[in-house]
């Protein structure tokens, strides 16, 4: 089993900037002797939930949605278990609920929400005109 808890939402004005975290723990989860595959996804009211950014926990294949390329960076430190989404030039677009998100078998690519197995509770991210 897989915990996994997000850190570091809030309400900014738009071009600012927000780090998100997700620690990640369980007895079962250990970078040393599996990979996972960590995503961010984030869901506005109304609207399917939709991937955001993903990365091996090896460190290749970083994937970014069109939406947010140039402004969002996904980062990781396996030492500390930790995922990070640093995102700036924040849009207005923007806002919605942030999940993060791991699985131990990618089935396919580009990430979809049924792919993942273990997720995060959310942090709210709100940008404001």
């Known amino acids: 089993q897989v915990q996994l808890v997000e850190s570091g939402g809030g309400s900014v004005q738009a071009g600012g900037s927000l780090r998100l975290s997700c620690a990640a723990s369980g007895s079962t989860y250990s970078t040393t002797y599996a990979s996972y595959y960590m995503a961010w996804f984030r869901q506005a009211p109304g609207k399917e939930r939709e991937v955001v950014a993903g990365v091996f926990t090896s460190g290749i294949r970083t994937y970014y949605a069109d939406s947010v390329k140039g402004r969002f960076t996904i980062s990781q430190d396996n030492v500390k278990n930790t995922l990070y989404l640093q995102m700036n030039s924040l849009k207005p677009e923007d806002t919605a609920m942030y999940y993060c998100?791991?699985?131990?078998?990618?089935?396919?690519?580009?990430?979809?929400?049924?792919?993942?197995?273990?997720w995060g509770q959310g942090t709210q991210v709100t940008v404001s005109s």
């Open positions: 998100a791991a699985t131990e078998l990618l089935i396919g690519f580009p990430p979809q929400p049924r792919y993942f197995n273990y």
